[in-house]
């Protein structure tokens, strides 16, 4: 059962172009949306993350945007760099408790030069 | 120094042998997990732990155990090795947060195949 969503599975995009991926989410009880970037041979490590009391949270060319209502969030990377050139994993958590993270799949960005 | 560091790095093993995988951290965190990753399905909660006393299963725990033997120290063991646990295996450990979510810290991964 997966309680995360992301898509696309692959996104090219051209240097100084946009990177959008998206994610939709089912339990409601989630409260805590964190972005994760991986670099090749190298562990995930934390982005970006959003709590749903704001819509959007903004941090250099990183922008979450979130849709209560909808279950969704998505990452925007603007004027991307090759240095971009990462997987991408949403995920969700309940803040309390354990804070387990619910990933999605991935998405593996390419910026081309 | 990493933070968080695995051993081994890589590993090849042949069905039916136990393995361990083995995670130590120096940011003092109380919490550890262990994920394990694979093409198109993201990370996925094997254990967790919250102190040396509490272990918990997550999502696939089925085919592997975990010991947290110290504070700063969690072991995967994978008692039959299978080819279907072939993957990148990830240790990561987060501060207690008081109530509130705290970042984790993923270490480099171990890449296990089993034959």
């Known amino acids: 059962q997966q309680q995360v969503k992301q898509s696309p599975q692959s996104l090219i995009v051209q240097k100084g172009g946009i990177s959008i991926i998206n994610c939709a989410y089912e339990?409601?009880?989630?409260?805590?949306f964190p972005w994760y970037q991986q670099f090749p041979g190298k562990g995930p490590a934390l982005l970006i993350a959003i709590r749903p009391d704001v819509s959007e949270k903004k941090e250099g060319r990183f922008t979450i945007s979130f849709n209560k209502s909808a279950k969704q969030f998505s990452l925007h990377i603007m004027d991307s760099q090759p240095g971009d050139s990462a997987t991408y994993f949403c995920?969700?958590?309940?803040?309390?408790?354990?804070?387990?993270?619910?990933f999605g799949a991935g998405t593996r960005l390419a910026v081309h030069p | 120094d990493a933070d968080v560091t695995q051993t081994p790095r890589n590993r090849i093993t042949k069905t039916g042998k136990r393995i361990m995988l083995e995670c130590s951290q120096t940011k003092g965190h109380d919490r550890m997990y262990w994920y394990r990753q694979d093409p198109g399905l993201g990370l996925r909660l094997i254990y967790y732990?919250?102190?040396?006393?509490d272990i918990n299963k997550g999502e696939i725990s089925d085919g592997y155990s975990v010991s947290r033997q110290a504070q700063a120290k969690f072991s995967l063991s994978l008692e039959s090795a299978i080819p279907n646990q072939t993957a990148l295996y990830f240790c990561?450990?987060?501060?207690w947060g008081g109530g509130s979510y705290n970042e984790q810290f993923f270490g480099p991964g171990t890449r296990l195949t089993v034959l």
């Open positions: 990561a450990t987060s501060d």
């Open positions: 995920a969700a958590s309940r803040t309390g408790g354990y804070n387990k993270l619910i």
């Open positions: 339990n409601t009880a989630f409260d805590y």
């Open positions: 732990s919250f102190d040396v006393k």
